[in-house]
């Protein structure tokens, strides 16, 4: 080829390849994934002309494929922690009370005294059409507890509303089945409504399937149900969720002091509305929450669905002003810490981070999602640790220390690269064992790091866990 032709070919490529990168790092710059960009040309392109809606399609295809690869396989019998899903102890009953039908039951709550174990005996049992009431006060170290002996022997079905309102301080619900059974989405929103004055409210070792927000906190009258704790539940939908109302199993809103603990959130996929939803958030002007050691998956059976789908946020999409803590929600959060947690099949963001102050993000393992994004000037975050499929994006004046990650260039994704994902054995099999024999390790950890997502005893590890077998229950 002459030298003249050879020129001329690199004056016209030149340009191209230019602008290719430029746009790039422009994408980069905002955070825009591929998998974020996809939905947003399908769209563009729709209802135009042949050409463009086919172009359209085959841009979306194939930055999908970029960016999610074959999609991640299903697996079942997945566990946060070990041990978590053995059957809790209640403790010695200052009155125990024995339940077998459903006015029973009501009859129970409504009687309740500090210190009371009510025992629901195993059997399946249908609440309609009045919620359960839970405003009965306990009393510290004497708790209303409302239990099945053993896991997976009570199922309540709920064709209301809300299920259980909790409206008093210290009840505990362990070891039930929680299922909403509406016909109708919208009329089976809330598995649990904890309100104002419940404070100190646990839900432990429970299975909750089939409702919009599983876990709905909010404060009332000025009050706020603070010093919560939700540990070792099992969360899911088994359809999306068609509605316009919020869809996310834990939404915490306003309240301070919750622990949420060693928990499987999966499959809150919202199908009406704008079609966004979250795994789990705190907002609302609370402080000082943490969630830890949970595995959150956002599309684990309910795989290929529209919509933005975001797996922990401290903020969520905000909050009306009137709602929060202070009347004013100068920051959704404060001081709230999320860590040793596994977030992963997400359409959208992995953690995402809006208006949350003095946050700490520590020792997460987040794949196949869009990444850790801080946004607003009044986000502050404190990200060490943290084992990425993705990159960590601040954005519109947020302000971020990073120490110490393993990230991905968001520019990789755009080039279906992925060297996050290539240090497990096979992940689009979910088989999370390490390529290499052993997890990567830091120079030092954080003091505050004890046993990991799965188990295994503290260490200086990237992301959640070392040894993920921990995580996968015996068949």
Not at 113 to 126: F, H, K, N, Q, S
Not at 267 to 287: H, L, N, P, T, W
Request: with cysteine; hydrophobic share 40%; proline share 6%.
């Amino acid at each position: 080829m002459k030298p003249r032709v050879l020129l001329y070919g690199l004056l016209l490529v030149l340009p191209v390849i230019a602008f290719a990168a430029a746009g790039l790092l422009y994408l980069q710059a905002r955070g825009i994934a591929p998998r974020a960009l996809a939905p947003y040309i399908e769209k563009r392109a729709s209802g135009h002309n042949p050409v463009i809606v086919a172009a359209g399609d085959w841009s979306a295809r194939t930055l999908l494929s970029l960016d999610r690869g074959q999609g991640l396989r299903p697996a079942p019998g997945l566990v946060a922690g070990s041990g978590t899903h053995a059957d809790a102890a209640a403790g010695e009953a200052v009155r125990a009370v024995s339940v077998l039908d459903e006015d029973g039951l009501r009859r129970a709550l409504l009687q309740a005294e500090a210190g009371d174990v009510i025992t629901i005996l195993p059997g399946t049992y249908r609440i309609h059409p009045q919620p359960l009431a839970a405003n009965r006060p306990g009393l510290p170290g004497r708790p209303v507890t409302v239990r099945a002996v053993a896991a997976n022997t009570v199922t309540l079905e709920f064709q209301v509303e809300e299920g259980i309102k909790v409206s008093a301080p210290y009840w505990r619900f362990e070891n039930l089945r929680l299922q909403g059974v509406c016909r109708i989405d919208t009329d089976c929103e809330h598995a649990f409504h904890v309100v104002g004055p419940a404070s100190h409210f646990a839900a432990v070792n429970n299975t909750i399937v089939d409702f919009n927000a599983h876990f709905k906190i909010n404060g009332e009258a000025g009050r706020f149900p603070d010093y919560g704790n939700i540990e070792a539940n099992t969360i899911r939908n088994t359809r999306p969720r068609q509605t316009s109302n919020p869809v996310t199993p834990i939404d915490l809103v306003s309240a301070s002091h919750w622990t949420i603990r060693a928990n499987v959130i999966s499959d809150f996929v919202k199908a009406g509305g704008d079609q966004i939803s979250f795994g789990a958030f705190a907002k609302g002007g609370g402080s000082d929450n943490v969630f830890e050691r949970n595995i959150v998956w956002c599309e684990r059976l309910l795989q290929g669905q529209p919509g933005q789908r975001v797996g922990l946020s401290l903020g969520g999409g905000g909050t009306l002003a009137s709602l929060c803590r202070d009347g004013r929600c100068i920051v959704e959060q404060e001081g709230a810490t999320l860590r040793d947690n596994l977030v992963l099949g997400c359409s959208d963001a992995g953690i995402y981070l809006n208006s949350a102050a003095a946050s700490k993000i520590l020792r997460n393992t987040v794949l196949d999602t869009a990444g850790i994004q801080v946004r607003y000037p009044t986000s502050s975050a404190n990200l060490q640790g943290n084992l990425i499929d993705g990159a960590i994006v601040a954005r519109d004046g947020a302000t971020v220390r990073a120490a110490d990650n393993i990230e991905t260039p968001m520019v990789y994704a755009y080039l279906g690269y992925h060297p996050v994902r290539a240090m497990f054995r096979d992940f689009a099999q979910l088989d999370l064992a390490w390529k290499n024999g052993a997890a990567p390790l830091r120079e030092q950890d954080d003091q505050d790091s004890g046993a990991d997502l799965c188990g295994s005893p503290a260490s200086k590890r990237y992301g959640a866990f070392a040894d993920f077998s921990g995580c996968v229950a015996p068949p």
